[in-house]
């Protein structure tokens, strides 16, 4: 009895040595899971292992929030019921982009794009046409903060200006203190001088003027004589710049083009006006009949040509025609053979006869077989 009982003490304390020597393997959880658009909180990054019960804290990104604002953002590791193993709470939380506002709207201008404004997105300003961007508020690009805000206020738009007109030596133009897009002024010559080139120019959106500023000089003309011709302008030793003299040709002549001319900016005169005969082109020949007086090349102004026709043609139109300043004053005539109506009645009776005669003759034949 006693040696059993020394045998159970011995047992007992070799039991408890066991249990001393290998303590019991704690519970843990190993790194959080990864959520889209989060982070960890710098305090648990790095770490490998978690103790029960431990709390880590997440944080939305850069350009996130929360999708609601009352959402738990921690889980805990936890021991499952059965107490055999540990695990971390459900994620409860979800990070969406964060948008901005749609960006302030300009007078005189617009931006683009004008829809959708995430975290990152960027929208470029632009004015209308004849407006440029102010100088002070020139940056036209505007970008979407973390913090959904834009990252500066919108740019202005003012109307485009022109530097001040070009000058022009012995002219002058209205002045004005500025001189917005769409701006006209109109230049203007001192006495005696005459204006050559564009009389306006206008400010255009580009903030330029459309054109040169035009020149005052003293431009004149010396009267010309013409062959042929008189003048029919008032007459005057000299002429200004694009003033225009009209001549008349003589009798029986008339102007190859034009009958003025004008005077030009280098002080010489356009094309000069030219008189020639005022002649018709030669009558050209007409078939079965001839024309008098013949002429070979021109007929003079005036001139009655005369036509006729061969004997047994006749003349269909009329046989007189006249030159007319340079014109024939009727179409040309032509000749047409005749039809006499005694041929034919011969030719009709010559018929009748032939026919009677090649009747009687059918009619003996027949008649002489008969009595046969």
């Known amino acids: 009895m006693v040696q059993r009982t020394l045998r159970m003490l011995t047992l007992m304390m070799v039991c408890t040595s066991i249990l001393q020597l290998s303590p019991v393997q704690a519970l843990s959880c190993g790194e959080p899971p990864k959520v889209s658009n989060a982070i960890l909180n710098s305090i648990h990054l790095g770490k490998k292992s978690f103790n029960l ?104 738009c003012e109307l485009v200006q022109c530097p001040e007109p070009p ?63 008189n003048l029919y302008s008032r007459f005057k030793p000299t002429y200004g710049y694009r003033e225009k003299v009209k001549y008349e040709c003589h009798e029986n002549y008339m102007f190859e083009k034009e009958s003025f001319m004008e005077c030009q900016a280098d002080g010489t005169w356009s094309t000069l006006p030219v008189c020639i005969e005022n002649m018709c082109s030669s009558i050209q020949p007409i078939t079965y009949g001839d024309h008098h007086p013949h002429h070979l090349n021109k007929v003079p102004n005036g001139t009655t040509v005369t036509f006729s026709c061969n004997s047994g043609y006749n003349m269909i139109g009329n046989a007189h025609l006249t030159c007319l300043e340079g014109q024939w004053d009727k179409k040309t005539p032509y000749c047409e053979a005749q039809f006499s109506a005694v041929p034919i009645a011969v030719g009709i009776v010559a018929s009748i006869v032939l026919g009677l005669a090649a009747a009687i003759g059918v009619f003996v034949f027949l008649k002489k077989r008969r009595k046969q």
Not at 168 to 193: H, L, Q, V
Not at 196 to 215: S, Y
Request: with cysteine; net charge negative; proline share 5%.
């Open 167 to 229: 000058q022009t030596p012995n002219g002058s133009f209205e002045r004005r203190t500025r001189y917005d897009f769409s701006t006209s002024i109109r230049y203007s010559c001192d006495k005696s001088f005459t204006l050559i080139g564009r009389k306006n120019l206008v400010c255009t959106f580009t903030g330029e003027w459309d054109g040169n500023a035009p020149e005052c000089k003293v431009v004149s003309c010396p009267f010309v004589d013409i062959e042929h011709g």
């Open 53 to 156: 019960e431990d709390v880590v804290v997440y944080q939305c990104g850069l350009g996130y929030h929360l999708v609601d604002r009352s959402s738990d953002i921690s889980i805990t590791c936890k021991e499952d019921s059965a107490g055999s193993t540990a695990a971390w709470t459900p994620v409860q939380f979800a990070c969406t982009m964060k948008m901005c506002n749609p960006p302030q709207s300009i007078l005189n201008g617009d931006y683009q794009p004008n829809d959708n404004f995430p975290y990152g997105s960027t929208v470029t300003y632009s004015c209308d046409k004849g407006y440029s961007l102010v100088q002070s508020t020139a940056k036209a690009t505007l970008t979407c903060m973390d913090d959904g805000r834009w990252n500066k206020n919108a740019p202005d």
